[in-house]
């Protein structure tokens, strides 16, 4: 099963749910009203219960659905989160290091350990999704090489140039064939956070789901010359992009956005499409990059 970010949210509040409405071992979870409370549909809280499931949080009732296993396990990945949280902001300030040059370009992980006082443990996991998202790869040893990335505002604003001449042609494709059940997932996301996660969920994650949906939509013209340099791209922009995040009620309204692209492109309506992807991309670089400099 993918782990999404909405799904690993929801998996979250139900723990937090647990914990917060002291329910006991046995206790049965109820899908509708789960769905009710979050105000997401059903199907990824099916998901995030089945992911509690298969790390021993809940077990599966007599009746169908899901119970409460191990309070205490529930508890345990409170803490877990916790941690998670502390450790998604040593991962923001490595990047931040390393957009503004305060990291050599090749490091090794007794440099990291003291320089970011990290356990061992904590380090790998960092370094691994680090490796995971293309911006550092592993050296001969137990060295590091950071790969190349976006570090200036122009080069910022040309890749959104870049963007502006392939993902509007992408939906004009000949070959483009809709993938309808990844791209309803995209939907279910993006309604998500217009619907509150946006208020919640860390800048990472709501990298992820934006250019996840982006990237959703240009896998579907099947060029790959268009699908390989948008995924590089984004892989280049990473870093810079948490420094240009939008302000959280602007991010909700270009989610707002997500949605009604998504809905023309799954009404088949590609010629609109393209002209409101052009538009959403043309307005989206302009709020992003207003600034004389990345924001220190």
Known sequence: MQTTPLIASLADQIVAHIRTDKLAEGDRLVERKLAEQFRVSRSPVRSAMKLLHDIGVLKQSDGGGYMIADVEAAQK??????????????????ADDRLHGRLPERITESEFLRRYDLTKGRLSKILLRMANEGWIERLPGNG???????????????????RLLIEPAALLEPTFKLNRPTLLRCREEQQWLVDGGIWTVSDAKLFELNSGMHEAIIEC???????????????????????????????????????QLLDLILAGKNQEASRFMAQHLEDLSRLKTVAREVRG
């Open 221 to 259: 013209c099947q060029n790959s010359f268009f699908i390989e340099s948008l995924k590089r791209l984004d892989r280049l922009r990473r870093l810079i992009d948490y420094r240009q995040m939008l302000d959280r009620q602007s991010a909700r309204g270009r989610s707002r956005e997500h949605l």
């Open 77 to 94: 990945l409170s803490l877990e989160s916790s941690s998670a949280e502390e450790d998604e902001k040593i991962y923001l300030t490595i």
């Open 144 to 162: 590091w090489a950071f790969l190349p990335v976006l570090t200036s505002l122009q080069a910022y604003e040309d890749s959104y140039r870049f």
